[in-house]
């Protein structure tokens, strides 16, 4: 699939187009502003494609500074000016190909300045292509740290999101070795109840005209069968009721924090915050809590390019109000996808309000649920 244009793209093209003129200022190296303006266009348009085709881009943007320079146009610099082609390179996984690129531009750049450009001595050279080496492998190096933070979040995502599969098809199976069981049971119960009862009602009939008494004791045993099989029923009852009980809340809610170590383990900083006594949750706004909580986690992990989010919870007598807050880039990354509407429905199914969208500096997701459920 071809990769689109994205903000990412602009921002990278627009750091060129203002980052360039400014390197070239502050080195010194301004030979003729319109020519250094025409590298820095050609350079940030260069950059909206470096995603698409990053080792091409590198190449074309290197072997544009590098014709500039050799032909004196362009005071200073071998290589960082293509600073936003070789970072898209890193990020493609193509960290070789960024090295043998640089290190050999700079080769070219300091044989240059050091034989051919005799207005400079060969300390002149080094001392310049040098500082450039040492800029180009702090870039390279905080890039490829960056990558490696990213898909560490994404593994630790996706194998939460495995952890999660498994669980509930665990849960899945068991309720419905359950279910079998207490099919079976109540097979039982229903068919035998069923046929001894007919059994006495047939004496009962048989003898209604001739034996009042017989007929009487016939129907005395199958309201006694009766009342045993609801009895029976009764107790097959309160075990589908503990099954799906709803006053032990806290297994949802005391799995918060450790959602939250979760996140923590991916470097991201995560302060969980509950006010209020949560005892009077129901299981079903406790899970929902969870869902919402965890689902907001994700997403921040997977788009926000966050530092540090925020979680409060504020347990209120008619209410629960669920806050999640970071402060990475916001926008409409989240959007995308199920999990948004996913916490919307299971919220409106509680009767509750949901909210995401741009928070104070990043992306918030606030939702307020009823303390019992609405149908």
Not at 101 to 109: D, E, M, P
Request: no cysteine; net charge negative.
């Amino acid at each position: 699939m071809r990769k689109r244009i994205t903000r990412l793209d602009l921002t990278a093209a627009a750091l060129t187009l203002i980052g360039v003129p400014v390197g070239v200022a502050l080195t010194g190296a301004t030979i003729d502003n319109t020519m250094t303006l025409t590298l820095a266009a050609w350079l940030a348009v260069l950059a909206l494609f470096a995603r698409r085709w990053p080792l091409v881009i590198t190449i074309v943007s290197v072997a544009f500074v590098v014709a500039m320079r050799g032909s004196d146009l362009l005071g200073a610099g071998w290589a960082w000016p293509a600073t936003a082609a070789f970072v898209a390179l890193v990020l493609a996984g193509r960290l070789r190909p960024a090295i043998i690129t640089a290190g050999a531009t700079l080769l070219y750049g300091v044989q240059w300045d050091a034989f051919v450009d005799l207005d400079h001595g060969q300390s002149w050279a080094v001392t310049h292509v040098g500082a450039e080496a040492l800029y180009l492998v702090a870039v390279l190096a905080a890039t490829t740290a960056y990558r490696n933070n990213l898909r560490w979040r994404a593994e630790l995502t996706a194998r939460m999101a495995a952890d999660e599969h498994e669980r509930e098809q665990a849960a899945r199976r068991r309720r419905a070795e359950e279910r079998v069981e207490i099919a079976r049971d109540l097979h039982d119960v229903v068919s035998h109840t069923l046929a001894v009862v007919g059994v006495h009602l047939n004496v009962a009939i048989d003898a209604f005209d001739d034996d009042r008494a017989e007929a009487r004791d016939a129907l005395r045993l199958a309201q006694d069968v009766r009342n045993r099989a609801m009895l029976d029923l009764r107790a097959l009852v309160e075990v589908l009721r503990d099954g799906a009980r709803t006053d032990q809340p806290a297994g949802e809610l005391s799995g918060l924090e450790r959602l939250a170590d979760q996140v923590r383990d991916a470097g991201l900083a995560v302060s969980v915050t509950e006010d209020g006594d949560r005892r009077d949750v129901s299981a079903p706004v406790a899970t929902a809590i969870y869902r919402v909580v965890q689902e907001a986690l994700t997403n921040t992990m997977r788009h926000a390019g966050a530092t540090k989010v925020a979680v409060s919870l504020h347990y209120r007598p008619t209410e629960v109000q669920v806050e999640v807050v970071d402060d990475g880039r916001g926008g409409s990354a989240f959007t995308s996808g199920h999990g948004i509407p996913g916490m919307r429905e299971r919220v409106a199914a509680l009767g509750g309000v949901f909210f995401a969208g741009d928070g104070d500096g990043g992306f918030a997701v606030r939702a307020t649920i009823p303390v019992s459920p609405v149908a």
